[in-house]
């Protein structure tokens, strides 16, 4: 059987050619997880140490949570919210109003705020006008 040790190699290359291709279609497509970011506005709050989450007209969404290690990219953009317009109702804490632009995630049937790509702070009438977001909890 001479034939055999060609078509040997040819089905290698073929197969090689066929990996190859395979993982180069890979690493051009964007992978499957990858979601758009979207604009969320309604009430920041923070209540206490370590605890953040956004209010808005389609839930709740944690942005942090004390004792949980995971915090979301960017989270640092939020900066001093009692630096504006603010409501304090447990000594330096409370809430805002904001709109963050942000990447989400559904975990467990939980909202979850996994990228802040930016943070603008609203007046507080901004978010109480808005009767699709859940009054504040002073």
């Not at 969320?40 to 942005?63: E, F, H, Q, S």
């Not at 900066?79 to 942000?102: E, I």
Request: net charge negative.
């Amino acid at each position: 059987m001479p034939g055999l040790p060609l078509f040997s190699s040819l089905r290698t290359t073929y197969y090689g050619i066929a990996v190859a291709a395979a993982l180069t279609g890979a690493c051009l497509a964007p992978p499957l997880s990858a979601a758009a970011a979207e604009n969320r506005c309604g009430w920041i709050v923070n209540p206490t140490p370590g605890n953040y989450w956004l209010d808005d007209a389609k839930g709740t969404w944690i942005i942090m949570s004390q004792g949980i290690p995971d915090e979301p990219e960017g989270v640092d953009k939020i900066g001093d919210l009692s630096a504006g317009d603010y409501v304090r109702t447990n000594g330096n804490y409370g809430y805002g109003c904001t709109c963050m632009n942000v990447d989400t995630a559904n975990r467990d049937g939980v909202g979850v705020i996994t990228a802040i790509h930016s943070v603008k702070p609203l007046a507080l009438a901004r978010c109480h006008a808005d009767k699709s977001l859940p009054k504040p909890q002073d």
